[in-house]
């Protein structure tokens, strides 16, 4: 029960990113989790012109979409510049249901599903989180998709276009890539008299700069291990493995794999018992304990590139306003590497291209829909719009445009700095253990933590269900 990682292919991209962040011109792409999951310019970049359509739709049409792209995602607002342009040129119109991604739009989306009340393109994850609706046949491979549409996605590098682990085939065009990574108040720090993190950070050190930022009166970590686990859950095993195991599925609890699994949990279970999570860490929300990061009340914050958009937004007076930037409340942030332990470098990271845009069975089958769906995506994944889209991430563009470095602020300009010193980027394998399997030690992590449920029964309870669904 493994699955390859895209270290090799999609290390390139970073290094690209890397290159193009100092206004270099970006050879081919690739570079790589980041689950849960799991993903905000505010310096934005140049807006794009509307890229000529490939394809045209038989009349005025209206498409329903589904995007994680909302909320404080860091793409919102590109999200909305790029539809409207679509329209605008083409004529057909977007019914948009976008929502903040998180468990319970997975949940929703495969619902809709179900019930038949799927969208007509969806930008959804490319993991076992859509294995339900790809063996349902409810959505259309990218080679279907070509036989009729020859030129779909072929601005694309096809080796970084994810296969569904359901088939083996390709649905979803990737636009953005993300990576996972420890942003850090830097003010914090300096009040604690801890040093900023480095590429060479080990999780011993980590340990003790925690005890004392608590020493000083501040969490050490902002997060809420009631809510989203996610991160934390991710990086913990990842510290008990490397880049080449990282993506085996164990077989139980108590098998080589499984043991990494308890072990990892097991090292989130000693950070909450020597205090280093918030007091109110199993019952505070995500968007509490983030609050407490941008405020100054905790030093590190796990999250995903995503979380760019949200901290930017904190620094201005106006979230909706990029020129409204207090640069001096952000010059407080920073972006750095999961401290490492055992073979696990610091500077392997989590990341790739997780996500992209599917188009239904339901949207193929309607002669008018058809061409306004393959339009739309062909709009939204063209050389164009995508670099608006990636940033200081990745993507698999054949041609990477050359990124002018000054049309970001501070915290992107830092990010891409520790892109370039990535030595690895593994997906998550949070994401090839699906939602129910995840259950018993992502919703049972405050069990986990406190004692009332053994870190080895909960990964077996999850293996458990895992084995079902391959059933």
Not at 87 to 96: K, L, M, R, Y
Request: charged share 20%; with cysteine; hydrophobic share 40%.
């Amino acid at each position: 029960m493994k699955l390859k990682n895209l270290t090799a292919v999609l290390m390139t991209a970073v290094m690209t990113i890397g290159m193009v962040g100092c206004g270099s011109t970006a050879p081919e792409a690739p570079a790589a989790e980041a689950p849960a999951q799991t993903e905000a310019p505010a310096a934005e970049a140049p807006a794009a012109e509307a890229p000529a359509e490939t394809t045209e739709a038989s009349g005025p049409v209206e498409i329903t979409v589904t995007t994680t792209f909302a909320g404080e995602d860091s793409n919102a607002q590109n999200y909305k510049n790029a539809v409207a342009d679509w329209e605008a040129a083409t004529g057909n119109t977007v019914s948009d249901t976008s929502a903040t991604s998180d468990e319970t739009f997975k949940t929703r989306i495969i619902t809709d599903f179900e019930t038949g009340s799927e969208p007509d393109v969806l930008f959804f994850f490319n993991g076992a989180d859509a294995n339900d609706f790809v063996n349902a046949g409810k959505v259309v491979s990218i080679d279907d998709i070509r036989a009729e549409f020859p030129e779909y996605a072929s601005n694309m590098n096809d080796d970084l276009i994810a296969a569904s682990p359901a088939d083996g085939k390709k649905y979803a065009v990737p636009v953005n890539g993300y990576w996972e990574a420890m942003f850090v108040n830097t003010e914090v720090l300096d009040a604690a008299g801890v040093a900023m993190p480095g590429a060479d950070y080990t999780w011993d050190q980590f340990l003790e700069d925690c005890q004392k930022i608590k020493d000083a009166g501040y969490a050490p970590i902002a997060a809420a291990l009631g809510n989203i686990p996610h991160y934390w859950w991710e990086f913990a095993i990842f510290n008990q493995q490397t880049p080449d195991n990282h993506l085996d599925i164990p077989g139980a609890a108590d098998d080589a794999t499984g043991a990494q699994w308890v072990a990892g949990l097991e090292d989130i279970k000693d950070l909450y018992e020597k205090g280093f999570f918030p007091d109110n860490t199993l019952s505070a929300t995500d968007d509490e304990t983030f609050a407490m990061f941008t405020d100054g009340k905790a030093a590190f914050l796990l999250d995903g590139s995503w979380k760019v958009g949200g901290i930017v937004g904190s620094c201005q007076s106006d979230p909706e306003d990029p020129s409204t930037i207090d640069a001096d409340k952000l010059s407080h942030f920073d972006v750095t590497y999961f401290p490492g332990k055992g073979n696990r470098k610091t500077t392997d990271m989590i990341g790739g291209l997780s996500m992209g845009y599917y188009i239904t069975t339901k949207a193929w089958e309607d002669p008018d829909k058809k061409a306004a769906a393959v339009s739309f995506v062909e709009h939204m994944t063209s050389d164009e719009v995508v670099p608006q889209f990636a940033q200081h991430t990745a993507s698999a563009l054949k041609n990477a445009p050359a990124v002018d470095e000054t049309q970001f602020n501070a915290l992107q300009v830092k990010a891409m700095a520790m892109m370039s010193g990535v030595t690895s980027l593994t997906g998550a394998v949070q994401d090839l253990f699906n939602g129910d399997c995840r259950v018993s030690t992502f919703d049972g992590m405050p069990d986990i933590v406190v004692g009332n449920v053994s870190a080895a029964d909960a990964v077996q309870e999850g293996i458990d269900v895992y084995k079902d669904t391959l059933e």
